[in-house]
């Protein structure tokens, strides 16, 4: 359960990132919404990271929150801040990938 709680942390770190995102190409009133979702976000994210790490250990766990929130916030860069992904980015990306699966191989 932990691992499961883990993962939906980093995914809201990607909300909170991707919030940020869209923050900052508007203004005013929408603007003000996008920070609120960073906060929600943000909230969510940290409340679930803890949780995770009442079981888990915390260089682990803190490792592939930060993972999940780094390649989902590239790939949402990509996908919807039109960021480029050339072959260097995405192969660094995989390889982060394969080592947030190698920590939860190794873990007990």
């Known amino acids: ?20 995102g869209k923050a900052k190409e508007t203004s005013g009133a929408t603007s003000m919404y996008w920070y609120a979702g ?3 976000c943000l909230t969510i994210s940290m409340l679930l990271l803890v949780r995770a790490t009442r079981e888990l ?3 682990t766990a803190y490792a592939v929150w930060t ?17 480029p992904a050339d072959f260097w980015r995405v192969f ?12 939860k191989v190794v873990s007990h």
């Open 57 to 59: 250990p915390i260089g």
């Open 38 to 40: 960073f906060i929600v």
């Open 92 to 103: 660094f990306i995989t390889t982060l990938i394969a080592s947030i699966v190698g920590l």
């Open 67 to 83: 993972g999940i929130g780094a390649v989902g916030t590239v790939l949402v860069g990509i996908f919807v801040f039109e960021e």
């Open 1 to 20: 359960m932990s691992w499961i709680l883990l993962i939906i942390a980093g995914l809201f770190e990607v909300g909170f990132a991707a919030c940020l």
